[in-house]
Structure formats: C-alpha cells, structure tokens
C-alpha cells in the first residue's frame, strides 16, 4: 500500500488499482478507516474524532492531489507524497 502523506502519527495511503468510488485509507495506531475523496465520507472503518477531523482538513486542504493521486494509482504509475498537515 503506497503511503502518500503522514502526519501527528496518521498514515494516509491508497492502492494501485483499488475500487471506485476515488478514497484513501488512514490508519491511526490501531484504527483505520476509507475516506471517499469527493466528499470527505466515511465509506469504511473508523478513526477516533480527532483524527478524523485532522485527516478530513489535511484531505481537504490537498483534494486535487488525492484525486490526482487516484488517477495515478489507477494507472498504477508512481504516486506524489503530499505534504504533512502543520
């Protein structure tokens, strides 16, 4: 599963040729969770609320590139780190 971003102990990767809808997994100690990237929805697992609500503003804040991400992923072509939530 390659990582694109890692942030205050949250992991955030995506899969090469993973299943629509377009998302990313986040893994916080022992909890994980699959985020939709248009929405910002829960479609799986659970992540304890603060670190839902850091990964749902860091994946906000980096949409086009999750998205972008995705397309790449897709593709199974190399996928871009996006930068850590400050």
Same mark, same amino acid.
């Given at each position: 599963?390659?990582?694109? #971003?890692?942030?205050? #102990? &949250?992991? =955030? ?20 969770? &699959? &985020?939709? &990237? ?15 609500? /850091? =990964? ?22 190399? /996928?871009?780190?996006?930068?850590? /939530?400050?």
């Amino acid at each position: 599963m390659p990582q694109v #971003g890692r942030f205050l #102990g &949250i992991t =955030v990767a995506m899969f090469y040729g993973d299943h629509p809808p377009p998302h990313f997994h986040a893994r916080y100690v022992e909890h994980r969770a &699959i &985020i939709e &990237i248009d929405t910002m929805r829960v479609i799986a697992g659970w992540l304890p609320p603060r670190a839902l609500g /850091l =990964v749902t503003e860091w994946a906000t804040r980096h949409q086009a590139e999750l998205r972008e991400n995705w397309r790449l992923a897709r593709a199974h072509a190399p /996928l871009q780190t996006i930068a850590p /939530l400050e």
